[in-house]
């Protein structure tokens, strides 16, 4: 270390930043409402004095400026400081750190590095100390896979768990890396005393880190020797490392495949790009190795295989027309792509044989490299005068005529809007749905989730095309096409939010090259895109949040919801049971219950076998009958104690039924499926049980006196609940409760009372409840203030009519309190004794209900249950 | 979690990728920048796991394929050094 740096590190202002950075970091010790005080008057006194510092030192301290701002921000941040706010404190820290070692004399580049590193994991660490728990559901399929490689030592063959009548599903040549990293650190930390669950719950967060480095140096490498590059990457990483729409896969907890895939997506870029713009084999003999380990991560390598070969296309005809070679482009990028499709393939097929199969590409890899090569040829034919350009324009004519249809159909289809989605079970499905139904509430979703920087994405492609063409720059290109495949695609499709949440957080910064650089721009153009860059990164920061809409804290909230958690005692009771135990529940809860209760289910959230996931939708949402219903699960369980399963396991038995409170919502769902036709897939009925929840606000708990006919006066409370959807015009309900009766109304949606019993009586429909009404009248009208932190079993009625009276989920899950429901005159059905089912465990106040299944029929009449306490 | 838990947790997983991952810089690419040696680690140290994959798809089970691979690793890095004291 040179004297000048050391002499700045004695410069009290840089040993002022470092304490302020430091310091947040012991909020973990002492009492929140405390260290938040202390810390003000810190930063306060700090602001004063840097103040101070920066007025006595003049000019020769400019670097301050900037620093001093994020100090004053900082001060006004803490004093917005609760809830989520308060976690911004850990990353700003070492923001100041960096901008300590800056101002110490460290270089720019790598003081953002360090900012960056330190300040990425600390924002995408904060979901693991929120929850104990993984997120959600699909990180729950790479656990599994994790733990049996945890266990046994070995890769998945079969997954005997799900789908029986199809014989489970294979899974020999899964690519399964991602669960493979999650067992790798799992060895490695046990021997530190951590376990396989750490290393999955931590990951994401090394893979986000490294993501957010990759994307620096990719971002660099794009600019290619343009000396904004690097300030261009900074900010592209900067947005990247704070977007929500990139933080819903990349934060701890969330063990999926999709944040060590994207790592693994930009890394195959990176050295795409480093061996284009260095014409060097070596790093695309390396990238052919990370594009292989991508392949064998998950499916996104099909992405950048399509927009990688587009870009080579693109640029091979704008060659003919700058005169320039294209070859380069394929060169390096085949390397990868054989180099990676034969080891992955070598790996994941190991044992099959070195077979003619192994080497057969896709479709959509054969209309890739087909049109890539085609246009490659097409360049290296008119360049070298083998072609003329009139000869040139027929040839190409006549290959789009021939195989211009098979090449569009296989992008459009099988990468963009995918043909699955006819399906009627994928009709259902939120992430297979369209992202936006037109352009403007796609600029708005696009705005809430990636925040306004991403419309500069979306501006920077025209620019992109433009400079691309004039300078024949190959980063451009595929930029343009990156954010041109993945706009589109994510606008028809949901389940690309996180896919394409990279090239919206990081094309944008492509417009970071036309802003000032000197000072003399300051009287420039250069002003324009310099105030809408500055601004628009500013917009994700969250004192900015304050006067716009994007809430940069939802960052730390992507954790585990109710339903998880409500699920928890169910899958824990069901983990006790014998291993040879199967439960039919909706497939939803397929992953949890094969992952943390290790049971037999009938379909899961994979939705692969749509006969068998139309079957558990028949029996929950269309047959009226018990005996009918039943003959549906003694198929399974023929299929169970028969084959591989007696075989392997000495038969499995189909003992449980479980229904949990969301299935009411996705009622509809499931009668859509259960109704659709496989065969043609034509559409099922759209119809669905609805809640109706109560409403505190138009609601009078505490009552009041009103006069009756015969001269008395009488206590009178009224409870409203309000339903959705409006199915047969009912807008709400009403309960007058006096001292001892009650009088029920429906509210129709133009707001006029209709008695109840005429209601049902009209319209042949019912009111049911998971719980009984006196009880959901009880508890609604105790904790009316704080309704929101009560179970929805308690809050909520359910409302159904025509068949939907009778079906087996109302049966089941309505069944316990129906006939209170008929005392009071709000349930219109003739349901008989359950002969098959026993409710045997209702968890979380109903929110997960388990029954028994005897498929000789119970003999006795009473219903066991074992209710937990309500807890408030 | 408990805010140790995860900072030690995570500082083992960092340790392993940029460690491992170092070793192959050092053979390879030891003449380039620091950052891109850094994400160049990070990069190997991650995908090592590729190679882990082909071991427990072929000889070993998942305890010897991890310190093969690191094996590995140490292995290229060793032949590296001795390359470049012979220098």
């Known amino acids: 270390m040179d004297a000048e740096i050391k002499k700045r590190f004695k410069d009290p202002l840089v040993i002022i930043y470092i304490i302020m950075g430091i310091l947040p970091f012991f909020t973990a010790f002492i009492p929140a409402t405390d260290s938040v005080s202390l810390l003000q008057w810190?930063?306060?006194?700090?602001?004063?004095?840097?103040?101070?510092?920066?007025?006595?030192?003049?000019?020769?301290?400019?670097?301050?400026?900037?620093?001093?701002?994020?100090?004053?921000?900082?001060?006004?941040?803490?004093?917005?400081?609760?809830?989520?706010?308060?976690?911004?404190?850990?990353?700003?820290?070492?923001?100041?750190?960096?901008?300590?070692?800056?101002?110490?004399?460290?270089?720019?580049?790598?003081?953002?590095?360090?900012?960056?590193?330190?300040?990425?994991?600390?924002?995408?660490?904060?979901?693991?100390?929120?929850?104990?728990m993984l997120e959600e559901i699909d990180p729950y399929y790479h656990y599994k896979w994790a733990e049996l490689v945890y266990n046994t030592g070995k890769m998945p063959i079969h997954d005997w768990l799900t789908y029986p009548k199809i014989g489970g599903l294979d899974r020999s040549t899964m690519p399964l890396a991602n669960s493979l990293s999650i067992a790798f650190f799992g060895y490695i930390g046990q021997f530190f005393g951590h376990t396989l669950?750490?290393?999955?719950?931590?990951?994401?967060?090394?893979?986000?880190?490294?993501?957010?480095?990759?994307?620096?140096?990719?971002?660099?490498?794009?600019?290619?020797?343009?000396?904004?590059?690097?300030?261009?990457?900074?900010?592209?990483?900067?947005?990247?490392?704070?977007?929500?729409?990139?933080?819903?896969?990349?934060?701890?907890?969330?063990?999926?495949?999709?944040?060590?895939?994207?790592?693994?997506?930009?890394?195959?870029?990176?050295?795409?790009?480093?061996?284009?713009?260095?014409d060097d084999v070596k790093l695309s003999i390396v990238g052919g190795f990370v594009f292989g380990w991508l392949i064998t991560m998950y499916d996104g390598q099909r992405l950048l295989m399509m927009v990688a070969f587009l870009a080579i296309a693109l640029m091979s005809i704008i060659g003919i027309f700058q005169k320039k070679n294209s070859l380069i482009y394929l060169k390096h990028f085949?390397?990868?792509?054989?180099?990676?499709?034969?080891?992955?393939?070598?790996?994941?097929?190991?044992?099959?044989?070195?077979?003619?199969?192994?080497?057969?590409?896709?479709?959509?890899?054969f209309a890739s490299l087909a049109l890539a090569v085609a246009a490659v040829a097409a360049n290296e034919l008119y360049l070298r005068k083998i072609l003329d350009g009139r000869r040139l324009a027929i040839v190409a004519v006549i290959c789009l005529v021939i195989a211009g249809g098979f090449v569009w159909n296989q992008f459009y289809?099988?990468?963009?809007?995918?043909?699955?989605?006819?399906?009627?079970?994928?009709?259902?499905?939120?992430?297979?749905?369209?992202?936006?139904?037109?352009?403007?509430?796609?600029?708005?979703?696009?705005?809430?989730?990636?925040?306004?920087?991403?419309?500069?994405?979306?501006?920077?492609?025209?620019?992109?095309?433009?400079?691309?063409?004039?300078?024949?720059?190959?980063?451009?290109?595929?930029?343009?096409?990156?954010m041109i495949v993945l706009g589109w695609g994510l606008y028809f499709k949901s389940q690309y939010m996180f896919?394409?949440?990279?090239?919206?957080?990081?094309?944008?910064?492509?417009?970071?090259?036309?802003?000032?650089?000197?000072?003399?721009?300051?009287?420039?153009?250069?002003?324009?895109?310099?105030?809408?860059?500055?601004?628009?990164?500013?917009?994700?920061?969250?004192?900015?949040?304050?006067?716009?809409?994007?809430?940069?804290?939802?960052?730390?909230?992507?954790?585990?919801?109710?339903?998880?958690?409500?699920?928890?005692?169910?899958?824990?009771?069901?983990?006790?049971?014998?291993?040879?135990?199967?439960?039919?529940?909706?497939?939803?809860?397929?992953?949890?219950?094969?992952?943390?209760?290790?049971?037999?289910?009938?379909?899961?959230?994979?939705?692969?076998?749509?006969?068998e996931i139309q079957e558990v939708a028949k029996f929950f949402m269309k047959e009226t009958d018990e005996e009918k219903a039943m003959d549906i699960l003694r198929s399974y369980q023929d299929v169970y104690?028969?084959?591989?399963?007696?075989?392997?396991?000495?038969?499995?038995?189909?003992?449980?039924?479980?229904?949990?409170?969301?299935?009411?919502?996705?009622?509809?769902?499931?009668?859509?499926?259960?109704?659709?036709?496989?065969?043609?897939?034509?559409?099922?009925?759209?119809?669905?049980?609805?809640?109706?929840?109560?409403?505190?606000?138009?609601?009078?708990?505490?009552?009041?006196?009103?006069s009756q006919s015969d001269g008395s006066f009488v206590m009178t409370k009224s409870l409203i609940y309000g339903c959705q959807q409006n199915r047969d015009g009912l807008g709400g309900i009403l309960f007058e409760v006096r001292d001892k009766d009650m009088n029920v109304y429906a509210i129709d949606q133009n707001g006029l009372r209709v008695d109840w019993n005429s209601w049902i009586i009209t319209h042949d429909s019912s009111?049911?409840?998971?719980?009984?009404?006196?009880?959901?009248?009880?508890?609604?009208?105790?904790?009316?203030?704080?309704?929101?932190?009560?179970?929805?079993?308690?809050?909520?009625?359910?409302?159904?009519?025509?068949?939907?009276?009778?079906?087996?989920?109302?049966?089941?899950?309505?069944?316990?309190?129906?006939?209170?429901?008929?005392?009071?005159?709000?349930?219109?059905?003739?349901?008989?004794?359950?002969?098959?089912?026993?409710?045997?465990?209702?968890?979380?106040?109903?929110?997960?209900?388990?029954?028994?299944?005897?498929?000789?029929?119970?003999?006795?009449?009473?219903?066991?249950?074992?209710?937990?306490?309500?807890?408030y | 979690m408990e805010p140790f838990a995860v900072i030690s947790v995570l500082a083992m997983m960092a340790v392993v990728v940029f460690l491992s991952g170092y070793i192959i810089v050092y053979a390879f690419f030891r003449k380039w920048d620091p950052i891109e040696q850094l994400v160049f680690a990070g990069i190997f140290g991650m995908a090592q796991v590729f190679v882990t994959f082909f071991l427990i798809k072929t000889f070993f089970v998942l305890g010897d394929a991890v310190i093969a691979t690191l094996l590995i690793n140490v292995m290229i890095g060793a032949f590296a050094w001795m390359g470049r004291k012979k220098k």
């Not at chain 1, 696009?446 to 979306?458: A, D, E, H, K, Y």
């Open chain 1, 334 to 365: 085949g390397i990868m792509w054989v180099l990676g499709q034969f080891l992955s393939r070598f790996i994941l097929h190991y044992g099959e044989g070195i077979g003619f199969g192994l080497f057969v590409p896709t479709a959509l890899e």
């Open chain 1, 641 to 706: 104690h028969g084959g591989k399963y007696k075989e392997l396991f000495g038969g499995v038995n189909l003992r449980y039924a479980a229904i949990d409170w969301t299935m009411i919502g996705k009622s509809g769902a499931m009668r859509f499926i259960a109704t659709g036709n496989l065969t043609d897939q034509s559409d099922g009925e759209y119809d669905s049980y609805i809640t109706c929840g109560f409403l505190p606000e138009y609601s009078d708990v505490t009552g009041k006196v009103v």
């Open chain 1, 499 to 611: 896919a394409s949440s990279l090239p919206f957080c990081l094309v944008g910064s492509f417009a970071a090259l036309f802003v000032i650089r000197e000072k003399k721009d300051l009287e420039g153009l250069a002003i324009i895109p310099t105030l809408v860059v500055l601004f628009s990164a500013m917009l994700y920061t969250p004192m900015a949040s304050i006067a716009f809409t994007y809430n940069p804290t939802a960052i730390f909230f992507q954790v585990a919801g109710y339903d998880r958690i409500g699920w928890e005692p169910a899958l824990q009771f069901f983990r006790n049971e014998s291993a040879n135990t199967a439960v039919v529940t909706w497939w939803d809860y397929g992953h949890w219950l094969t992952t943390v209760s290790h049971k037999f289910v009938l379909i899961d959230n994979l939705q692969r076998d749509h006969y």
């Open chain 1, 767 to 871: 009111l049911f409840g998971v719980k009984s009404p006196g009880d959901i009248l009880g508890v609604c009208m105790q904790y009316s203030t704080d309704i929101s932190r009560v179970s929805p079993t308690y809050t909520n009625f359910i409302y159904g009519g025509g068949k939907f009276k009778n079906f087996m989920l109302a049966r089941m899950y309505f069944g316990e309190y129906i006939e209170s429901y008929k005392s009071l005159g709000l349930a219109d059905v003739t349901w008989g004794k359950m002969k098959y089912f026993k409710k045997v465990q209702s968890f979380e106040n109903g929110f997960v209900d388990v029954w028994e299944i005897n498929y000789n029929g119970w003999d006795s009449g009473n219903i066991t249950v074992n209710p937990t306490v309500f807890e």
């Open chain 1, 197 to 278: 669950y750490d290393s999955a719950m931590l990951m994401p967060v090394i893979s986000s880190v490294l993501t957010l480095l990759v994307s620096y140096v990719v971002l660099k490498e794009a600019y290619w020797k343009h000396p904004s590059a690097k300030y261009a990457a900074m900010l592209g990483v900067f947005v990247l490392m704070l977007s929500i729409g990139w933080s819903t896969k990349a934060h701890a907890t969330d063990s999926e495949d999709d944040v060590t895939g994207g790592l693994a997506f930009m890394a195959a870029m990176m050295f795409l790009l480093m061996a284009v713009n260095r």
């Open chain 1, 413 to 482: 289809k099988a990468a963009f809007i995918d043909a699955r989605q006819s399906s009627v079970v994928f009709k259902t499905i939120a992430e297979q749905a369209p992202f936006a139904s037109d352009m403007s509430t796609y600029v708005k979703a696009l705005i809430n989730i990636f925040g306004v920087f991403s419309l500069i994405s979306l501006v920077c492609v025209p620019g992109l095309l433009y400079l691309g063409y004039k300078e024949y720059k190959f980063s451009y290109i595929l930029f343009a096409v990156w």
């Open chain 1, 42 to 132: 810190f930063y306060l006194l700090s602001a004063a004095g840097c103040t101070y510092w920066f007025i006595k030192m003049g000019k020769s301290y400019k670097n301050l400026v900037p620093i001093f701002l994020i100090l004053s921000m900082s001060y006004v941040y803490f004093n917005f400081a609760s809830d989520g706010y308060a976690y911004w404190q850990y990353p700003f820290a070492f923001g100041l750190m960096a901008s300590a070692l800056w101002i110490a004399g460290m270089d720019i580049e790598v003081a953002f590095i360090i900012a960056i590193v330190f300040a990425g994991a600390t924002i995408h660490m904060i979901p693991a100390l929120l929850t104990d």
